[in-house]
């Protein structure tokens, strides 16, 4: 399925922030958000993980519905919240400005049953 | 003890209660708890993973800056300005380039505003004037918890005496908490803020026939509403955030909101905040631009100092592979820079100042933690809207602060000179 990408803060991702080689600080990063009707529409459970592929690089995440039921996710979107797992998939370029394009990435994403790395993996 | 700074994110609440004996709280929002809280520490220098004295890191580490061609010197928003201020001089001993965490975060906003100046004010005047907030591509209640309730949203102010007197605009790509609190939510299709802020000008100026019946996934009535609502307050601000600078168009989005602020003022009174992120970011600029002229991407090879964001700025030099050793300062890029960027950090020595492991730990030669800026060391820090605040040192701590530890490395890079 094509989406666009978009990066950002969370709660749980801020309180983490420096605790980062810890486990939660892993759990509160390693996942997307979709959109209720897409997440139906690809067969997926919660725990299942999707596959995530823009023209800069791809990572497995564990794929979640909207966390909190009164927000939203428009379709064809999905929310990775900043951190190392997004910048496998963002796109490094800043078009003069010295600041990469972390919002707004088109890409592609599967259902996988390939397995979320941890971040000493992402470093390797 | 009373009247405590926070120091993490730009909000720097400068109102709360921390028992340094009990790491105890009140008050701070879920964030800042975390920040007050008891954490891993980094325990003792290292080089190579083998532990050393602090003297012998920083020695270590003066060599590796002193012998490279051009090192990167990174982070800074996490720490005080009078460590800052030793960052810059040290950039410029060794020849190096100093960036900030901006670099990552808001600097398309701080070149918009370079470009075309910025109608600004305090978080006080906001409070005490706003009656319509408009949030724009920022989630404060996820990024800034306590701005809404201190500052934007529900504080009460002088002339705007709370919530109930306060209109609130959330305009987002996704629906936020933060949309939760708005009276209004207007979702864009990502990318589009641009033609969103031209349509509203064209509205402003009252050429309705210029407008198609849609803009960036917005209906033309629903935006024409969204004018009159504008022209018909009397102190707006609009607050933004990575939504805007951080998509396609960076800083050439922000231009077009400056723009559209400098209309809005030919009608009433508005005024524009980016939301800041970490506590010291603004200083990490501020520090900077008045020590050497520039607030980041500033490259200090030739002797003096040349500012170019589409080559100096801590990504983009190390994507061509432009530095060959790194000082890391209060920050974490090995997270947060993209892969390739991270490749090429891998790559190269790097040296780390913070108090807590994090992912450039993991790649670095040179280890040296250092005491919490506002818990165990203190100092001066700017405020998101640019107001310096003292922060405070709340606990006793063993380890050496930023400051004294870049002054140290300093001195030996200056002996090293002289040798
Ligand atoms: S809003 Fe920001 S400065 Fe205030 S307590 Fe929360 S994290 Fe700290």
Known sequence: ?124 | MENVTCTFCGAVCDDLYFDGDEFRTKDFCPLGEAKFSRKKRIEYPTIDGKKVSYEEAVERAAEILHNSKRPLLFGWSSTVNEAIRLGVILAEKVRGIYDQCASVCHAPSVLAMIEEGIASGSLGQIKNRTDLAIFWGCNPVEAHPRHPTRYSVMARGLLTKGRADRKVVVVDVRKTVSALMASHFIQVKPGTDYLVFSAMRALMEGYEDAVPEEVGGVRKEKLIEFVEMIKSAKYITILFGLGIAHTRGHDRNVENVIKLVQLINRYTRCILQPMRGHFNVVGAGEVAAWECGFEWAVDFSRGYPRFAPSEFTGVEALLRKDCDAALIVASDPAAHFPRAAVEQLKRIPVIQIDPFPNMTTLLSKVVIPCAISGIEAEGTAYRMDGVPIRVKKVVESEYWSDEEILEKMLEKVLKLRED
């Open chain 1, 1 to 124: 399925m094509n989406v666009i990408i978009i990066t950002g803060r969370t709660t749980e991702q801020g309180t983490l922030v420096e605790d980062k080689l810890t486990h939660d600080y892993f759990k509160s990063v390693n996942y997307c958000e979709l959109n209720k009707e897409d997440f139906a529409r690809m067969g997926l459970k919660e725990g299942d993980r999707v596959r995530v592929k823009t023209d800069y690089g791809e990572v497995v995440l564990f794929a979640r519905k909207n966390v909190i039921d009164e927000t939203h996710i428009p379709e064809g979107m999905i929310f990775i919240p900043m951190g190392p797992y997004a910048n496998q998939v963002i796109n490094p370029g800043t078009d003069g400005t010295g600041t990469p394009q972390y919002k707004g990435v088109k890409g592609i994403i599967e259902k996988t049953d390939e397995n979320v790395i941890g971040i000493p993996e992402i470093l390797r």
